[in-house]
């Protein structure tokens, strides 16, 4: 069975700062990686997501991401965040393209100024 | 292109009852799936419809059901409601099978109050 863990449970950090919001998976097969955020009072947005090919993901919002197979992480990193950036992230996993996501329970980004 | 459009924003029910919930698709695609997020938590997966049919289900009871219509939109039913299903449910749509669709496209959700 697959499973996600967001180790950070909230991450505040100041504005202009760098950040890194950690994902750890686990899956027999291979993976697809997303990463989702949710503004207050609203649906999921799509960050970025990692099917295959280069392991460092480039998403909106200056937002990257980097798969590491043997860590079995997929980490979010941003190297200067805005106040407009705060907001709940989620990581997720599937075993299929279009299948059921599986999502960590999230990890709340406040930037302050 | 108005996106996944969810029904209602804000739903009270009492505990007992049943509700309906609704999702249409963005424009183009086939697939909608169902989540369900309570306080504090990342979404849960419920099922996923193509083809009016359910292709998937997560580990949640009978008592959760849904519906495809012809035109790819969707139903999420919940019959003997419990408090512990208060949750703000999330619509997914995606292309189907073979179309190359990665990627989920959520709608705004509707708060669903058990009282």
Known sequence: AQSVTQLDSQVPVFEEAPVELRCNYSSSVSVYLFWYVQYPNQGLQLLLKYLSGSTLVKGINGFEAEFNKSQTSFHLRKPSVHISDTAEYFCAVSNQAGTALIFGKGTTLSVSS | ?115
């Not at chain 2, 979404?43 to 035109?71: K, T, V």
């Open chain 2, 1 to 115: 292109d108005a996106g996944v459009t969810q029904s209602p924003t804000h739903l009270i029910k009492t505990r007992g009852q049943q509700v309906t919930l609704r999702c249409s698709p963005k424009s183009g695609h086939d697939t909608v799936s169902w989540y369900q997020q309570a306080l504090g938590q990342g979404p849960q997966f419920i099922f996923q419809y193509y083809e009016e049919e359910e292709r998937q289900r997560g580990n949640f009871p009978d008592r959760f059901s849904g519906h495809q219509f012809p035109n790819y939109s969707s139903e999420l039913n919940v019959n003997a409601l419990l408090l512990g299903d208060s949750a703000l449910y999330l619509c997914a749509s995606s292309l189907g099978p073979g179309q190359g669709g990665t990627e989920a496209f959520f709608g705004q959700g509707t708060r669903l109050t058990v009282v």
